[in-house]
């Protein structure tokens, strides 16, 4: 079972990012996936998820309308496209499939908006 995740880059403030998350060992199609991200000497942070069976999503309320994620089941993959990034969206980015009895954790891609 592994998470995968690229994508991340140095990117200007306004710019605009696509992550991967490519998931190997298991179906996504199957499970809650989701992006957080964590910048140096913060906690944590949720950002977005998209649910198993319908495909349903729901974001961290100060990223509605610039973030989105989708799925592709086909290619076992998740995607977060990231558009009008600002300096604290600046973090390391990892992906999380979760259902009951199961959570997995990809390593994480850096992403660093500044000018």
């Known amino acids: 079972v592994q998470l995968v995740e690229s994508g991340g880059d140095l990117v200007q403030p306004g710019g605009s990012l696509r992550l991967s998350c490519a998931a190997s060992g298991f179906a996504i199609s199957s499970y809650d996936m989701s992006w957080h991200r964590q910048d140096l000497g913060e906690e944590r942070e949720w950002v977005a998820v998209i649910y198993s069976g319908g495909g349903s999503t729901n974001y961290a309320d100060s990223l509605k309308g610039r973030f989105t994620i989708s799925r592709d089941n086909a290619k076992n993959t998740v995607y977060l496209q990231m558009n009008g990034l600002k300096p604290d969206d600046t973090g390391v980015y990892s992906c999380?499939?979760?259902?009951?009895?199961?959570?997995?954790w990809g390593q994480g891609t850096q992403v660093t908006v500044s000018s």
């Open positions: 999380r499939a979760r259902r009951l009895g199961a959570d997995y």
